[in-house]
């Protein structure tokens, strides 16, 4: 295991984007830091800079408008990263696969910007803040 | 003077949903502001299209996370206008609990993150702490934390158990108590009136004309609430009250907004109370070619769908207008006059489904030397919230209105 | 205002101006001009009546872009659409956007999913869709194609 990698286990730092999602991944986000989760006991950490970021939450089906910020965006993160599809929409587009608007899904516009991407998911509609804490667990586990 | 722009956005620690604004400043000051959008369009419109009529409710749904009871709310109501049918009481006391459920909670989230936005953080927790119970309770009742799935062209989809009243009963007392907790504290702070009092004041006339919603024109005084204007579920049998605000600043919006939490937990209790039974479904057997108008009072104002059918399976045309569509371009209006750093406050007051992402409290400690121990910062607080006492006065009035509003719950 | 004095009051003023008026209901009511008269019989609504404007569709039709505009009258508890039809062969309106600020951006999103030209609207720039998205494809028209992706 690469230095760069063991740092990356500890205390993770987490920027989070919107490409498109319903909101209601990104309020369940928000939910982690308040008291009854209060995910900064852990040393997570939302930051306000992806320069700062270890990983990347993303919610959403990304869409046409959005996604060339988004590629700014990755190429700005402070490799190595995680990518974290929270939500079904970031895994699968769910509903919105037959939009006109939609280019996603997450993982393969992240493997088109870098094809050694770390990405991990967490399913559900939206999923639970107690999933989205088991998520990043165990994508943590495996590194 | 020379202008200059200052973008925001669209990725910016501040505003949780990528939006882009531009404002063009002189010195610190606002002149004009410009906005883009489009970073979240999904084309649900078309969509929904493809989608039969039922399954148009789950599309619709996933609008918006915080709004997901208003908008399928709105949608079957334009679906029954179109064929015609009538619900049966008992869906629309159904009807009527999730919605407000939805209501408080979305109140109490925007609470919480205005005041993380003038760097209030106890506010931020308070709020988000006391939200979590109501979503206990739509958990209970619905099965989910936000996507609730209730709502169905003809009825809901499924029946509340009466079992569970007495538990939602009490756990109803406790918002109310927590909820009169934060009105106290939020609105009876001297600091809080200074930052927010005569900030973004949206007049009755620009209210009208930009055709803003929901809390955002109750600030301004005017009694515009679709739960009374065009009544629907069972609002017109209960007992509650549009609430005002004169002035249409900043702190106008968040009284209407932490007296609506009140409001609307009274109607949650008395529709437990008055729940008949029946069924809870009018069973709809075909759709009619034709047209239908529905709208419902989300949280942050009214939201309207029109939809058109053939006779056939799906919608030809759905038209779905949300509340922040007519809220934003009112920026034009409140935002210009003011400094960048109040900006921030003045869109966040209209609750355009922002949300911040960064905790902006920024410790520095350039040197490890003690300027100034616990207890003498703790003093200088304390000095400071008492010249701005004596120079705002004490807010009787707030503290008049809140009470007649307490005492007559 | 009683409920029906809107309505009457509209019948009044314009007469023979409106092609069709049918009530659905007691709280829907659809009214069809001529597209010359829509920016008249929206600023008697707005101005005189205080009619809300709640929203505008668009709709592509087999035989043209009709166009709705819904007013909402809350003291009422109605809600009055005027309706109207632009041919295909033009494409074009009146914009009522100068003395309605509500109606700014409908119509540019009007114009950026159906392709609709407004004439007079004080601000037309694309505001919905993406910067790269082709000029000339409407995703709402009966004719768009989707190209895969």
Redesign the interface.
């Known amino acids: 295991m690469s230095l760069t990698r063991w740092a990356l286990k500890k205390s993770p730092w987490v920027y989070h984007v919107a490409l498109s999602p319903c909101n209601n991944c990104d309020i369940e986000i928000l939910d982690l830091l308040t008291p009854r989760f209060d995910v900064e006991r852990f040393g997570i950490k939302l930051v306000g800079s992806p320069r700062h970021a270890d990983a990347l939450l993303v919610s959403g089906s990304v869409?046409?408008?959005v996604l060339?910020r988004f590629i700014e965006l990755y190429k700005q993160t402070a490799k190595p990263c995680v990518v974290f599809g929270i939500g079904s929409c970031a895994l699968s587009m769910t509903m919105f696969r037959d939009s006109?608007?939609t280019?996603g899904p997450l993982d393969k516009v992240v493997k088109e910007i870098d094809p050694n991407a770390i990405i991990a998911y967490v399913p559900g509609c939206p999923p639970k803040p107690e999933a989205m804490i088991l998520g990043v667990v165990k994508a943590l586990q495996t590194l | 003077m020379k202008k200059t722009i200052v973008p925001l956005g669209p990725f910016h620690p501040l505003l949780e949903e990528a939006e882009y604004f531009k404002l063009i400043v002189e010195g610190e000051k606002v002149v004009d502001i410009d906005m883009?959008?489009?970073y979240m369009?999904r084309?649900i419109?078309?969509l929904s299209t493809q989608k039969t009529w039922d399954q148009s409710t789950f599309v619709v749904e996933r609008i918006c996370g915080i709004c997901s009871t208003s908008h399928p709310m709105a949608y079957v109501l334009a679906v029954e206008?179109l064929c015609?049918c009538e619900v049966p009481d008992r869906a629309k006391y159904i009807r009527s609990i999730i919605c407000e459920l939805e209501r408080i909670h979305s109140h109490l989230l925007w609470v919480g993150l205005a005041g993380h936005f003038i760097g209030y953080d106890t506010v931020f927790m308070w709020g988000w702490k006391y939200r979590e119970p109501v979503l206990d309770i739509c958990e209970k009742l619905t099965g989910n934390r936000n996507h609730y799935a209730m709502m169905k062209p003809g009825g809901v989809r499924r029946d509340l158990n009466n079992d569970d009243f007495a538990w939602v009963h009490k756990e109803m007392d406790k918002v109310i108590k927590s909820t009169e907790m934060l009105v106290g504290a939020v609105l009876d702070d001297p600091v809080l009136h200074a930052r927010t009092k005569g900030i973004g004041v949206l007049s009755k006339k620009d209210a009208?004309?930009?055709?803003t919603l929901g809390p955002t024109v109750r600030a301004s005084g005017i009694p515009?609430d679709i739960r009374t204007?065009?009544?629907y579920n069972a609002y017109d049998r209960v007992d509650w009250k549009v609430i005002t605000w004169e002035g249409g600043d900043v702190f106008a919006k968040a009284a209407v907004r932490l007296l609506e939490i009140i409001e609307s937990a009274k109607i949650v209790k008395q529709c437990m109370d008055d729940m008949p039974d029946g069924p809870i479904d009018a069973n709809i057997k075909n759709m009619p070619p034709?047209?239908?108008?529905g709208?419902a009072e989300a949280p942050r104002g009214?939201v309207?769908h029109?939809v058109?059918g053939d006779g056939g399976n799906s919608a030809?045309?759905h038209?779905v207008?949300a509340p922040s569509?007519?809220n934003i371009?009112s920026f034009k209006a409140t935002c210009v006059g003011h400094t960048i750093s109040d900006v921030a406050l003045i869109t966040a007051a209209v609750d355009p489904c922002y949300c911040c992402t960064e905790r902006m409290a920024v410790v520095e400690r350039a040197t490890d030397k003690l300027v100034m121990s616990g207890r003498e910062l703790e003093e200088c607080s304390r000095k400071a919230t008492e010249n701005l006492k004596k120079e705002y006065g004490s807010p009787t009035k707030v503290e008049k209105t809140v009470q007649k509003i307490l005492s007559d719950f | 205002m009683s409920e029906e004095k809107a309505l009457s009051s509209i019948q009044n003023k314009f007469g023979s101006t409106l092609a069709n008026v049918f009530q659905?209901?007691k709280?829907?009511v659809?009214i069809t001009v001529d597209k010359k008269d829509v920016p008249a019989v929206c600023r008697f609504m707005f101005e005189n009546l205080g009619g809300?404007?709640?929203?505008a569709?668009a709709?592509d039709t087999r035989s043209g872009m009709e166009i709705?505009y819904?007013f909402?009258f809350?003291?009422e508890?109605?809600?009055i659409?005027v309706k109207t039809k632009v041919k295909k062969s033009s494409m074009e309106i009146e914009s009522i956007a100068p003395f309605?600020?509500?109606a700014?951006?409908?119509e540019r999103e009007m114009h950026d999913i159906l392709g609709l030209n407004f004439t007079n609207h004080p601000d037309m720039r694309?505001?919905?869709?993406?910067?790269?998205?082709p000029e000339g494809d409407y995703?709402?028209r009966r004719d768009?194609k989707?190209r895969p992706?």
Do not use: C, S
């Not at chain 2, 009208?208 to 055709?211: C, N, P, R």
């Open positions: 869409n046409r408008h060339p006109y608007n280019v | 883009r959008v489009g369009h084309g419109e078309e206008d015609g009208i004309g930009y055709g515009d204007d065009d009544p034709g047209e239908g108008i709208h009214e309207f029109y058109r030809v045309r038209k207008r569509f007519m371009p | 659905k209901n709280r829907r659809y809300r404007l709640a929203i569709t709709i709705l819904h909402v809350p003291k508890y109605q809600v659409t309605l600020d509500a700014n951006w409908i694309r505001i919905l869709m993406a910067d790269d998205w995703p709402l768009f989707e992706r």
